[in-house]
């Protein structure tokens, strides 16, 4: 047997585990931030590196004796792993209710740390060939089997974990934890049950190393990839091992020769792996058949797609290939396709699989969050993000609604360059329920660039379509032009003719009707055109300008007389123009038939000469000017002398300051420049007027008022160059006017008048009512208490009578309190304006039981009787306003003294009162409410926004009353 | 399972952090984006709604600047009779709950919340409660089942409602339970709570932070003698208990309620967080988490981790801001329409009334909130906000004008009050005109002797330290301004009372700080004058 002590390989594995424990400690350390359950975690590692290094010490011990002190607390240490490693996944999974057995389990440790010391578990060790091994106690195996026990709570920890997350990431990490506490349990039992060389300090290490990747690292392998490639490995060795050892084993049965030197093995092994490559491929696809099943035919169909799409040029097409495929190969249960839209305001659905009603018109604007994040981040997003980035949680709800529409999971976004998004690929949940997993992620990411290339493709490929679609269309559209063009030409009423070569090439039905000459004569060369169809007095003109013509001058249309067949003649307007027919230099002539023009021309002339006399013979005045120079005269009527004393020539020859006072003419220079102003903008009337009332100085010295209508005078193109004014006498109506505003003025001073009158009529016989009829029945009413009580008992009838008579005679006397506070309120004169609107404010509130907040600022409100009556009566006349008209819930009433004036202000909350029942006539309150505030030189404005209420506001000065 | 908790099982501290605090890593223009497009989603849902037809008349605004430009400014009123009325049928959204204010105005205002805005608002309320617990950035300190400490009014009150809705999307244990301290008053319910925070712990305390420095004060001097009570034979207690006082003792201390209610974090609200709190932090352990709150939206802006200054929700109201040079010159003019600006537009260093259009559906356009808030800074750099940062100022109208040199708030005064160290029960301030000349006339109770003018040169001085303005005052009007009326002992417990059995609500049983009314302040020199005769 060798001395296992002093053998190297027993003795350094212990400090190597116990070196590389301490390290991952500290990484995890490190990395821990502040995270409870990877301090905890670090106590394992920190526990396995101390087991690891009582081992060494137990392999290093020269005898028995010493060995079972070193595995007794070998022992108590491991019991220690297994509790914090329980501990640590409490932790990690959050999982509740476990405190007690938390405890239950560090009590165990403190039991078995108890226990350790007696032979009760550990009774010594013994010698084997590999090294010590423990000799159980009767406790030995029921402590280790119950410290498994917390293992297997470890383990129902993570598997629950596992059920409940969603996250991808989360789930694998899981994964690993629960394989890698497996490794030590084998080692455990290996050394518990067996004689086999001691396992467990491999096992703890692989555990320590497996767990601390599987918690610091964020995006583990897939543990199904690490398989499949483990597999796909497995198989390419065999592969080539099979071949490797035919030939060692042909070469031992032949020649019985041994390959030597050593390093021919390894060559032969690296030429047997580069002649079977294609092995490997064909091992890889085996083993993804076997994992992948009919998702590896998807895949494969997607790679075909990748080949296939480049090749598809139609966009309609490509996009539900695409859609279908992916959809396909991931076991979607949904995919859309988004591309812009035409409008290009937004992304619209191209395609869609699996949708029943996919959501039509923009699913998402250009300017939703969504589409400004996958642009920003460029990358893909999945629906839960929808809930965890604050600008994606803000989606509108339409967007959202969209989405739900579409059933959308994932989403990938298509560049076509860094800052382009050219697309969408909305991906529905998978069949599978999963969540898709960072490979997925990857291959769809790696596809989005392929998608980006092929409808970029189709993109270009359908705008090249659309451009030679569009060139057709203008040949197209060019040929029919060309075909209305020469059917306009030979339907023209005109004569059209082209010239060439010193004859008519072509002339058209109407030149020929008109003319009585048939086609062929007419462009028969021999045909002297001038000769046979210009008048003798315009052949001349029709010559030099042929000769103009052909010198290249430019000949602006002209006139003419032209002759048919039969000699009779007709005037006709030229024009001509430079053309190319049939390919070669001709001239076009347009002979346009004016005899009709001429005719009206005359009438106008006519026409003119009767507006003239008209104009001369009205009384108005009738003058114009030019638009460019409006100061001076380019006409004026006769009646100028009527008006101003001036004759006409007298007139022409002022200018137009002269005419008018200084005032009016620069008031009519300003309505000039405004109508100007006007003219220019391309929405003006073209017959709109401007009356202003001016004033024009006479002959004589004196000034004469008038109303002068001015107008633009326009020609048949619409464009004006004249203004036209006519100006009438007003002084009459001037004379009226004066007298109609003091008669107002007289009116308005009665009313004051009479308003006054009635006011004090109002207190003397409010005062009367109040003092002497309100007195007498009381009197009376005392008088009939009196009789009451002294008539006899048995009188029931008289006594129940003038009982009756009594209550009758109260009531009347409560009538004529009203009356009389209705008539004159008696606060308002006893306590001033400031008592009375409260008092007011205070009968409107319980009257119509609208809220009614009052606000006075200032000092005094002592303003004097009548002034006090106004404003008192003003207010009085806007709650009853109010209460009629405004349907309001809140009136506030502010009264304001201060600054020369007093402000008095009603605004409600009501339906606001209309532009239209503040200017009725027949509103005699607000007439009235007007007149009075008229009378104290004050202002009332009115303002009512529908829907928010009205605003009554007051103004006097106060000047006068101080 | 509720939504929240699924959240706290499904993702990582780092998604956690994205999910609750990720707005407070959004550049201005992301910011503006979201306010952007969920503006335009509010005014496709609110459109043909009546409240929203009788704001926005029968026009539908297609861009922001529109909406800006042709809806106009609205207050309370504009929205009468159908919220107090509880109008669903004039809403675009049917409300989960109808909630209202205290009633500081003198009546209350009623606001209807969707399911939609109550989830966001839950959001953000975890938001406050991870921000408030973090220390730094990115770590979530908070979990289902989180203790939390709050003494809050019941529903229909908006605190109350609010707690309520909070409780449907996240698990956590409220102290005391609302549901069975319900029919308890104020002051019984806080007992309560802490008795109840005493036997079973507490991670998160939620009150006003003038209350818990007070609660802090008699504590302190309370537990120089501890009375025997039989409730507190629990072993959790005594445990609790044991703890703390060995705690005060290692630190030579009297116990403190820290030492009792160790918690994560102090969330408050309210003018008076800024001026205690270093008091808050030397009796509770934390400095205040502080947040915006209003009950026309419940959440506008809440703290960063580091807890220096506001930053504004994004989602869940469209925010405006009036300049207050323009809001001041305007403000007695109801007609007028005053610019707003965006968040992208306000300045450093200025005032600014809040203008808020509620989402999600929910009626208030363009409403004025009436309040004044100040922009302390574009960016805090140590949170990693890039956002502008605010504080809360005053309410419009609760501020004294000394001459047009310098303007008083509540905030001011408290602060230059607290700075004194006098001890106070409480105060009031108005402000007074003697001939021409203004004065700041503060009525204030004190827990010990002094002499006025003592407290009237102290307070001056501690105004001209606060606020700069207030200094030159004295140069140039040659005056103190500051006038103080000494209340007596117990006059503000009287005036409450004697409110409590009017069947005041809860916000008017005190006076108002700033410009209280003519009346209150008979009614406080009376009870001091009956005091002063008992």
């Known amino acids: 047997m060798i001395n296992p002590i002093s053998n190297a390989s027993y003795l350094l594995p212990p400090l190597a585990v116990t070196a590389l424990c301490l390290a991952l400690a500290i990484v995890v350390w490190y990395k821990s931030n502040r995270i409870s359950s990877r301090k905890i975690f670090c106590g394992v590692l920190l526990s396995v590196g101390l087991w690891s290094f009582l081992t060494f010490g137990m392999r290093s011990s020269p005898d028995v004796n010493q060995a079972v002190l070193w595995l007794r607390a070998i022992l108590v240490i491991g019991l220690a792993i297994y509790i914090l490693y329980y501990h640590f996944t409490v932790v990690y999974t959050n999982a509740k209710g476990q405190r007690i057995i938390l405890v239950a389990a560090y009590a165990y440790v403190i039991l078995g740390t108890a226990l350790v010391p007696t032979n009760l578990v550990v009774e010594g060790t013994r010698w084997e060939n590999y090294g010590y091994a423990p000799v159980m106690g009767p406790m030995g195996i029921p402590l280790t089997i119950s410290g498994l026990l917390f293992i297997g709570l470890a383990i129902r920890n993570l598997l629950r974990q596992h059920h409940d997350s969603q996250a991808y990431e989360e789930r694998t990490r899981i994964r690993y934890l629960i394989i890698a506490v497996l490794f030590p349990l084998l080692g455990a039992i290996l050394d518990g049950f067996t004689n086999l060389p001691p396992a467990s300090i491999w096992g703890n290490l692989i555990f320590c190393i497996i767990c601390t990747v599987a918690i610091l690292k964020y995006n583990l392998l897939d543990i199904r990839i690490v398989a499949r490639k483990s597999l796909a490995y497995l198989l390419v060795s065999i592969l080539i091992a099979i071949p490797y050892i035919a030939i060692l084993y042909s070469l031992h049965y032949i020649s019985e020769a041994k390959l030597e030197p050593w390093w021919v093995h390894p060559i032969i092994i690296l030429l047997l792996a580069i002649v079977l490559r294609p092995l490997y491929s064909w091992a890889q696809h085996l083993i993804d058949r076997l994992f992948y099943r009919d998702r590896y035919d998807y895949l494969r169909a997607l790679e075909q797609f990748s080949r296939e799409a480049q090749s598809i040029v139609n966009l309609k097409e490509l996009s539900s290939t695409l859609t279908r495929l992916v959809s396909s190969a991931l076991r979607t249960s949904s995919a859309c396709l988004l591309l812009p839209s035409e409008s290009d305001n937004g992304f619209v659905s191209a395609s869609a699989t699996g949708l029943g009603n996919p959501t039509s018109g923009v699913a998402l604007k250009n300017s939703s969050l969504l589409i400004k994040w996958l642009k920003l981040q460029q990358r893909i997003l999945s629906s839960e993000e929808l809930n965890i980035v604050p600008q994606l949680q803000s989606l509108s709800l339409r967007e959202r609604n969209n989405l739900e529409q579409i059933g959308a999971k994932l989403y990938i976004p298509i560049f076509t360059a860094p800052d382009q998004l050219s697309g969408i690929l909305v991906l529905g949940q998978k069949l599978s329920q999963q969540t898709y997993s960072s490979e997925e992620r990857q291959l769809l990411t790696a596809l989005s660039g392929q998608m980006a290339m092929a409808l970029e493709n189709a993109r270009l490929y359908a705008a090249s379509q659309q451009e030679v679609d569009e060139r057709k269309r203008a040949e197209q559209a060019l040929r029919e032009s060309e075909e209305k063009y020469r059917a306009l030409v030979e339907n023209s009423p005109n004569l059209v003719v082209v010239y060439q070569d010193g004859h008519f090439t072509y002339v058209n039905r109407a030149a020929c009707n008109k003319l009585g000459w048939t086609y062929e004569e007419l462009t028969s060369p021999s045909f002297d055109a001038v000769e046979k169809l210009a008048s003798e007095g315009s052949r001349h003109i029709v010559r030099e300008n042929i000769a103009k013509r052909l010198r290249g001058e430019y000949i602006p249309p002209y006139e003419i007389n032209m002759k048919t067949r039969v000699g009779s003649e007709f005037p006709v307007l030229v024009y001509g123009g430079a053309i190319s027919y049939g390919e070669k230099p001709a001239n076009e002539y347009n002979f346009v038939d004016i005899t009709e023009r001429k005719q009206a021309e005359a009438q106008v002339r006519e026409s003119e000469i009767r507006y003239r006399l008209l104009a001369e013979s009205i009384s108005d005045v009738i003058w114009t000017v030019d638009i460019n120079a409006p100061t001076q005269l380019t006409y004026i009527s006769p009646s100028v002398t009527r008006l101003l004393g001036y004759t006409v020539e007298e007139a022409t020859s002022k200018k137009m300051e002269e005419v008018f006072t200084p005032e009016s003419f620069e008031i009519a220079m300003k309505a000039l420049a405004e109508e100007m102003a006007i003219e220019g903008r391309e929405q003006a009337k073209l017959y709109r007027s401007r009356i202003l009332e001016l004033q024009m100085n006479c002959k004589d010295g004196s000034v004469v008022p008038v109303e002068v209508r001015y107008s633009f005078v326009r020609g048949l193109d619409e464009r004006s160059d004249q203004i036209l004014a006519i100006g009438r006498d007003i002084t009459e109506r001037k004379r009226a006017e004066e007298e109609l505003r003091q008669s107002h003025e007289q009116l308005r001073n009665l009313s004051a008048h009479i308003e006054s009158a009635r006011e004090t009529e109002r207190t003397s016989i409010a005062r009367e009512v109040h003092d002497e009829l309100g007195q007498a029945l009381t009197a009376l009413k005392m008088e009939l208490s009196w009789m009451n009580k002294r008539l006899p008992k048995d009188q029931e009838a008289l006594i129940k009578k003038t009982g009756e008579m009594s209550n009758l005679i109260g009531t009347t006397i409560q009538t004529v309190k009203r009356i009389s506070t209705e008539l004159r309120p008696g606060v308002l004169d006893d306590l001033g304006l400031m008592a009375a609107i409260e008092w007011q404010v205070q009968e409107f509130q319980e009257r119509t039981r609208t809220k009614c907040e009052l606000t006075a600022e200032g000092e005094d409100m002592n303003l004097g009787r009548d002034l006090a009556t106004a404003v008192f009566r003003i207010l009085q006349e806007t709650l009853t306003n109010v209460a009629r008209h405004a349907n309001a819930t809140r009136v506030k009433v502010s009264l304001k003294k201060g600054g020369g004036q007093l402000v008095l202000q009603v605004r409600d909350n009501g339906k606001g009162i209309t532009k239209k029942q503040i200017a009725h006539p027949k509103s005699f309150g607000l007439i009235g409410m007007r007149e009075r505030v008229r009378s104290w030189k004050g202002s009332v404005k009115i303002d009512g926004i529908s829907g928010k209420g009205t605003i009554v506001t007051v103004s006097i000065p106060l000047n006068r009353e101080e | ?534």
């Not at chain 2, 109808?98 to 959001?123: D, M, N």
């Not at chain 2, 808020?356 to 750099?381: C, H, N, S, W």
Request: aromatic share 10%.
């Open chain 2, 1 to 534: 399972m509720l939504s929240e908790d699924k959240y706290f099982r499904d993702l990582t501290v780092a998604k956690l952090w994205q999910r609750y605090c990720g707005f407070l890593d959004l550049s201005i223009g992301e910011f503006i984006d979201i306010q952007e497009e969920l503006l335009m989603d509010q005014i496709e849902r609110v459109a043909d709604s009546l409240l929203g037809k009788k704001i926005m008349g029968n026009q539908k605004p297609e861009s922001v600047e529109e909406f800006r430009r042709i809806v106009p400014l609205t207050t309370y009123d504009d929205y009468e009779p159908y919220l107090s009325e509880q109008r669903e049928d004039a809403l675009a959204v049917k409300p989960r709950l109808w909630c209202h204010s205290s009633g500081r105005g003198g009546y209350f205002k009623w606001i209807p919340y969707g399911s939609e805005f109550l989830e966001k608002v839950t959001r953000t309320c975890i938001a406050a409660l991870v921000l408030a617990t973090a220390g730094q950035k990115g770590r979530v300190n908070v979990s289902p089942g989180v203790r939390i400490l709050v003494i809050l009014p019941p529903a229909p009150y908006t605190s109350g409602s609010m707690f309520q809705a909070v409780a449907q999307h996240l698990s956590f244990q409220a102290i005391p339970d609302p549901e069975k301290t319900q029919s308890l008053d104020f002051q019984e319910r806080i007992r309560e709570g802490f008795h109840m925070a005493l036997r079973d712990g507490v991670d998160i305390i939620g009150a006003i932070a003038s209350v818990l420095v007070r609660i802090g004060e008699e504590f302190s001097e309370a537990t120089q003698s501890i009375r025997f009570s039989w409730a507190l034979l629990h072993p959790r207690i005594i445990y609790r208990l044991s703890q703390a006082w060995l705690r005060s003792k290692r630190e030579k201390r009297p116990m403190l309620p820290k030492d009792l209610w160790p918690a994560k974090a102090i969330l408050t609200g309210g003018v008076d967080t800024a001026i205690y709190t270093e008091d808050v932090a030397k009796y509770w352990g934390h400095s205040p988490h502080e947040f915006y709150a209003a009950t026309e939206s419940f959440f506008l802006a809440v703290q960063g981790w580091n807890r220096k200054c506001l930053t504004f929700v994004p989602d869940l109201v469209f925010f405006e801001f009036i300049p207050y040079e323009e809001q001041r010159e305007y403000k007695d003019d109801n007609d007028y329409q005053p610019a707003t600006v965006l968040l992208d537009e306000v300045e450093e260093e200025k005032l600014y009334e809040v203008v808020i259009t509620q989402f999600y559906g929910m009626p208030l356009l363009r409403y004025r909130m009436g309040d004044i808030i100040k922009v302390t800074a574009m960016e805090d750099k140590e949170a990693g906000v890039k956002l502008p940062q605010i504080v809360f100022q005053r309410r419009v109208g609760e501020n004294i004008n000394l001459g047009g040199l310098a303007e008083l708030d509540e905030k001011i005064i408290w602060q230059a009050i607290a700075n004194t160290g006098i001890r106070f029960a409480d105060w009031s301030a108005c402000k007074e005109y003697k001939g021409n000349q203004t004065f700041i006339r503060l009525y204030i109770e004190l827990k010990e002797q002094r002499e006025t003018e003592e407290i009237e040169t102290m307070i001056d001085e501690q105004l001209k330290i606060v606020d700069t303005d207030y200094k030159d005052i004295e140069s140039y009007l040659d005056l103190k301004p500051v006038r103080v009326t000494l209340l007596q002992p117990g006059t503000f417990q009287r005036y409450m009372e004697e409110k409590r059995k009017e069947g005041a609500d809860l916000a008017h049983l005190k006076p108002a700080h700033v410009n209280p009314t003519e009346r209150d302040i008979q009614r406080l020199l009376e009870l001091s004058r009956m005091v002063t005769e008992k």
